[in-house]
């Protein structure tokens, strides 16, 4: 099984100004296990295909985790950031499921 060190992106709307809410991005830093590494390609409107990954990684949570577990919006994972698409909760650990590029967009 291979290591993981690596950031989690958390995703929240914070009031910046009397009525005026943002969106503000965290950054955590996380070890854990990944417990499936596998890709695919998936066709696209564009020129090249779109790699997708269906990588599970365990991450050890800590109180800041297990509060924000639904702001989870990405892990970055060999240098790319990669969206989160599911999310179980195994205390003390945290299951990610990864899927295609994150788009900061999103």
Sequence with gaps: MAKFYG???Y???EETSP???SAVLTERLYKGDVL?????YQASEG????VIVNNSISIVA????YENAFAIKYVQWMGVLWKVTSIEIQRPRIILSLGGKY???N
């Design 36 to 40: 499936r590494n596998q890709k695919r």
């Design 11 to 13: 995703l929240s709307t």
């Design 47 to 50: 020129l090249n295909d779109d």
């Design 103 to 105: 788009n900061e967009l």
């Design 62 to 65: 800590d109180s800041y985790a």
């Design 7 to 9: 950031k989690v992106g």
């Design 19 to 21: 009525d005026v809410y």
